[in-house]
DNA sequence: TCTGGGGTCCTAGGACCC
DNA sequence: TCTGGGGTCCTAGGACCC
């Protein structure tokens, strides 16, 4: 890749406010302004005699359910994505509770993608409602393309977005959240002293809570401290690699370029059971489960047009501990059969005498359906330099 | 009143090969 | 055959992201 080193990069992250609640309002209106929470398995509102829909109030909730998106009137009484609804069911009992509707999200998700594509095509896709585009050939100004893109996406799907500009995407995706919602921000190199050293260090993608205990443990809070850090300190406490990226990150710099398309590496399917199951007391239960899981990770196999060589497990006990199992096969497979087999000969090197709160099958080590076995790299030469040894 | 489901990448030890 | 070194593959766990 040729990369003029004079030419700056201008890497734009787009992200959909609060989305799948947002789309659920544009199909319920009249919710506008109120607080409402997407998530749980809960079914559609009910319809009233008189034509009306009764919506389900989170104060009536029971189950395992977590907080999927919530509207912003809900998170101004503290329920957040990832929260558990029988908590966030205590902060906001009157709030609203919708199921979640993946087929309508993947639906606005493609519009909004396309309608940026329409003006910016080197897209890389971050999932349902994120995107980062490399605008650097653009030759339009940086405000004008972004409101343009803006205006795009909202008349193609009723829904606004943030947009950061930035040399690259660490800043753009920090960027892209500091005028939520309906935001647009621009950065450049000048920008970091004032802009991105004063954030936590948890607003960088790529610090999650247990790098962020850690980091605050040695006194280290904001980005500004981090990149005033000594590398050998941080050596210290993390991997050599993670200490320079950590360093790195707090100073701005990222070379990584923006990827337009990728292969995906595994495949799986889980669930949490409504009880707690014992793989002996509910043998019956937990194998017909085990065996839907195996169809269903099959059946996306099969759409997708992949078949794999390693088929793993995962189990999350009762105490919330993980462990996983996976062995390899020659030969890639694809049918429920098949890996039903090879999962339950994972399944019997678990320990199985705690009580299972998951149950979980991947397939990884994927190939395209069709491609000739093993034959995923270039072949090597044999013995290129005669034998040794 | 415990935290869902779908992913990626990294690390580390052991087996095995030359 | 007392002791290297490089490389790949496999497996398990962990951190992190949306």
Excluded at 271 to 297: N, P, S, W, Y
Excluded at 338 to 354: D, N
Aim: some cysteine; overall charge neutral; charged content about 25%.
């Amino acid at each position: 890749m040729t990369q003029n080193v004079s030419t700056p990069r201008r890497i734009a992250h787009l992200d959909m406010d609060m989305f799948f609640a947002g789309v659920e309002l544009l199909q319920y209106p009249q919710l506008r302004g109120l607080p409402v929470v997407i998530g749980g398995r809960s079914g559609a509102p009910e319809v009233l005699p008189d034509g009306s829909l009764k919506f389900a109030r989170l104060s009536n909730y029971v189950g395992r359910g977590v907080v999927t998106t919530s509207t912003y009137e809900a998170r101004a009484l503290g329920v957040f994505s990832a929260m558990g609804l029988m908590k966030s069911a205590k902060l906001a009992p009157d709030a609203i509770l919708l199921p979640s509707h993946f087929d309508a999200y993947k639906h606005y998700s493609r519009l909004f993608k396309e309608a940026v594509a329409a003006i910016a095509p080197h897209i890389e896709d971050r999932g349902i409602d994120e995107i980062y585009i490399d605008l650097t050939d653009m030759p339009e100004a940086d405000i004008m393309l972004a409101q343009r893109i803006k205006a795009a996406v909202q008349s193609a799907t009723g829904l606004s977005c943030s947009i950061c500009i930035a040399p690259n995407k660490l800043l753009a995706k920090i960027g892209s959240d500091l005028d939520k919602p309906d935001g647009l921000t621009l950065l450049d190199e000048n920008s970091i002293a004032i802009r991105i050293w004063p954030l936590a260090v948890r607003k960088i993608n790529g610090i999650g809570p247990k790098a962020t205990q850690k980091l605050a443990s040695l006194d280290i809070k904001t980005i500004g401290e981090l990149a005033a850090t000594d590398i050998h300190l941080l050596q210290v406490h993390f991997s050599p690699s993670y200490a320079q990226w950590l360093l790195d990150a707090a100073h701005g710099r990222d070379e990584r370029p923006v990827v337009t398309s990728s292969e995906p590496k595994s495949l799986s399917r889980e669930t949490t059971f409504e009880r707690d199951l014992h793989a002996r007391h509910d043998k019956e239960q937990l194998g017909a489960i085990f065996t839907m899981l195996c169809e269903r990770v099959a059946d996306d196999l099969k759409r997708k047009g992949y078949v794999g060589r390693t088929i793993g497990i995962k189990l999350r006990y009762d105490d919330y501990s993980i462990v996983t199992r996976d062995c390899s096969l020659e030969t890639p497979i694809q049918d429920a059969t098949a890996i039903r087999k090879a999962a339950g000969l994972c399944l019997k090197r678990a320990p199985l005498s705690q009580k299972l709160r998951l149950l979980g099958v991947r397939v990884s080590a994927l190939s395209r359906e069709g491609q000739t076995i093993g034959s995923n790299e270039a072949p090597q030469s044999e013995l290129p330099f005669g034998t040794d040894g």
